[in-house]
């Protein structure tokens, strides 16, 4: 009996201002960003009921995350799972901007 192996891929979808994480070319959820001037301000992250449990929406957060770094951009976590990572993981405190009331107003108008 043979297993096969299951490939997990994150990638930036700059049209959708999403990143996604694909599990065998599935999409099995996502994390959503607006860009205000050098922030990204993630406001959403879900994970398909299908993929629940399996550690993907901390993988996922956390590629993206890398790529915000190595794109020299900082993070305004007003999604609660992105900020719940980053209560959990301090390599990101460096580039991470505190969720104002003008971020707020901002994404809200940008959401419409």
């Known amino acids: 009996m043979s297993e096969s192996a299951t490939t997990t891929v994150v990638e930036r979808k700059d049209d959708d201002r999403h990143y996604e994480i694909l599990v065998d070319d599935r999409r099995a959820g996502?994390?959503?960003y607006r860009d205000l001037g050098m922030q990204r301000v993630f406001?959403?992250?879900e994970i398909d009921e299908a993929f629940a449990?399996?550690?993907l929406g901390t993988q996922l957060v956390q590629q993206a995350l890398?790529?915000?770094?190595a794109s020299g951009m900082r993070i305004v976590p007003?999604?609660?799972y992105v900020a719940k990572f980053?209560?959990?993981?301090?390599e990101f405190a460096d580039i991470t901007?505190?969720?104002?009331p003008d971020a707020l107003r901002w994404l809200k108008a940008e959401l419409g």
């Open 97 to 100: 901007d505190p969720v104002t």
């Open 53 to 55: 449990g399996q550690g």
């Open 66 to 69: 890398v790529d915000v770094r």
């Open 30 to 32: 996502l994390t959503a």
């Open 86 to 90: 980053l209560k959990r993981h301090d």
């Open 43 to 45: 406001y959403h992250t």
């Open 78 to 80: 007003i999604c609660p």
